[in-house]
């Protein structure tokens, strides 16, 4: 089975603190997606970065940060002194990808699933 | 490009009146596609999800049914709305293995 555990419900910072958002999966397929979505408060989720699973070279995009590691199953998420429009509730998500075949058209493997989310406040 | 399209934004329906939610793809062909609900202060909850026209997977046994009449339209409905329904719906599209893009969601309120 598939699943994405963010422990991390809330997590609170001062203005230009760093933070790491922790994000957890679980799949038995060795082929993968991983994503990070962020949802500010309007609502919408906006797509922040997409890792496969052959590909653990860490990623850096201004002052966001990602390192994947797959010994630990993991996926965190770091942002570099952080901002006040920061805030907002962050999403990891993971899909697995298989052939469709025409035995298997309903294959569950083609399910995005998203962690709980943790919501970032920062603090002018 | 590709772009979804997702309506209404908002939406205050009574208890027990039918419910249509109406989502399209624009500049894609054949993308899997979702919806997910979100209950206010929580995580995104899949609730079908479909990867060609008239194929739908049920997440979770609930009040609400999804079609596929044609391959870039995914519709969400209800016949008879609970209070439990209330929350915001997200229509989504990806490729294979590509991040999924979202709508803007529709808020629904359910009276």
């Known amino acids: 089975a598939q699943k994405v555990t963010q422990a991390q419900t809330e997590i609170s910072v001062v203005e230009k603190e760093d933070v790491t958002l922790d994000c957890v999966y679980e799949?038995?397929?060795?082929?993968?997606?991983l994503f990070w979505y962020k949802q500010p408060p309007s609502g919408e989720l906006v797509f922040l970065i997409r890792?496969?699973?052959?590909?653990?070279q860490n990623e850096i995009s201004g002052r966001y940060s990602w390192n994947f590691q797959k010994s630990t199953s993991s996926f965190n998420f770091t942002i570099t002194a952080s901002q006040v429009v920061d805030s907002a509730v962050y999403f990891c998500a993971l899909s697995c990808s298989r052939v469709h075949t025409p035995l298997s058209p309903m294959d569950s493997s083609y399910k995005l699933i998203f962690g709980s989310g943790t919501r970032l406040l920062v603090r002018p | 490009s590709q772009t979804i399209h997702q309506w209404p934004a908002t939406l205050v329906q009574p208890v027990g009146s039918p419910l249509s939610l109406e989502c399209t793809v624009e500049?894609?062909?054949?993308?899997?596609l979702y919806w997910y609900r979100q209950a206010a202060g929580r995580g995104l909850q899949l609730l079908f999800y479909s990867v060609g026209i008239g194929q739908i997977s049920s997440e979770v046994p609930q009040n609400l049914s999804a079609s596929r009449p044609q391959d870039r339209q995914f519709i969400l409905s209800s016949k008879k709305l609970l209070l439990s329904d209330s929350g915001f719906y997200l229509c989504?599209?990806?490729?294979?293995?590509?991040?999924?893009?979202f709508g803007q969601g529709t808020r629904l309120t359910v009276v």
């Open positions: 799949t038995r397929d060795t082929t993968y997606y």
């Open positions: 500049g894609t062909s054949n993308p899997n």
């Open positions: 989504a599209w990806s490729a294979i293995g590509d991040a999924a893009f």
């Open positions: 890792r496969n699973s052959f590909d653990e």
